[in-house]
T-cell receptor, first 117, second 109 residues
Framework: GAVVSQHPSRVICKSGTSVKIECRSL??????MFWYRQFPKQSLMLMAT?????????EQGVEKDKFLINHASLTLSTLTVTSAHPEDSSFYIC?????????????FGPGTRLTVL | GQNIDQPTEMTATEGAIVQINCTYQ??????LFWYQQHAGEAPTFLSY????GLEEKGRFSSFLSRSKGYSYLLLKELQMKDSASYLC??????????FGAGTTVTVRA
């Protein structure tokens, strides 16, 4: 199946700093990628849809100025958490929508664990 | 939006069968997915249903009834490695996935 990578896998930062997370499709091109956030013992919540060459579409309640998304190429989308605070500590996961024969399927990256001190 | 409900936890014995139910209310339906997620890892795809009926894939099967807004994931011949969280997800017409809170399955020897 398709492979999606994320970097870094784990990051610890001080409050007020910005953190960039990269999501790459390794063996395919992804015009659309998705960014999710998952708090402990909770489900994945979609934050935004990242579209190559255009602005991301954010879900209700997600601040677009705080979570900057850039999808500059068909294999890379980045999520920058600006001025991170402890409440932003979470597991951030990206996915790419891929045609899998008769249907489309989302392949997920391994996730990035963000801890803000 | 989508409201997706699934049980929080289930426990079963190695070798047994467990059925995880999922009900949903949707404003647009374009398929239902089941994912497995181990702690600290990303979800991995298990099954996909878009038409009514049963899809069988080895030890895992998934069923869908669109008129009832209902699906289940059946895990047979349970193994210890099947202990994980199982996520039900519904896709809308814009290819966005909405996830249930997940069902934690614990397999005991």
């Amino acid at each position: 199946g398709a492979v999606v990578s994320q970097h870094p896998s784990r990051v610890i930062c001080k409050s007020g700093t910005s953190v960039k997370i990269e999501c790459r499709s390794l063996d395919f091109q992804a015009t659309t990628m998705f960014w999710y956030r998952q708090f402990p013992k909770q489900s994945l919540m979609l934050m935004a849809t990242s579209n190559e060459g255009s602005k991301a579409t954010y879900e209700q309640g997600v601040e677009k100025d705080k979570f900057l998304i850039n999808h500059a190429s068909l294999t890379l989308s980045t999520l920058t958490v600006t001025s991170a605070h402890p409440e932003d500590s979470s597991f951030y996961i990206c996915s790419a929508d891929v045609s899998a024969g008769a249907h489309n399927e989302q392949f997920f990256g391994p996730g990035t664990r963000l801890t803000v001190l | 939006g989508q409201n997706i409900d699934q049980p929080t936890e289930m426990t079963a014995t190695e070798g047994a069968i467990v059925q995880i139910n999922c009900t949903y209310q949707t404003s647009g339906f374009n398929g239902l997915f089941w994912y497995q997620q181990h702690a600290g890892e990303a979800p991995t795809f298990l099954s996909y249903n878009v038409l009514d009926g049963l899809e069988e894939k080895g030890r895992f099967s998934s069923f869908l009834s669109r008129s009832k807004g209902y699906s289940y994931l059946l895990l047979k011949e349970l193994q210890m490695k099947d202990s994980a969280s199982y996520l039900c997800a519904v896709r809308d017409g814009n290819y966005k996935l909405s996830f249930g809170a997940g069902t934690t399955v614990t397999v005991r020897a």
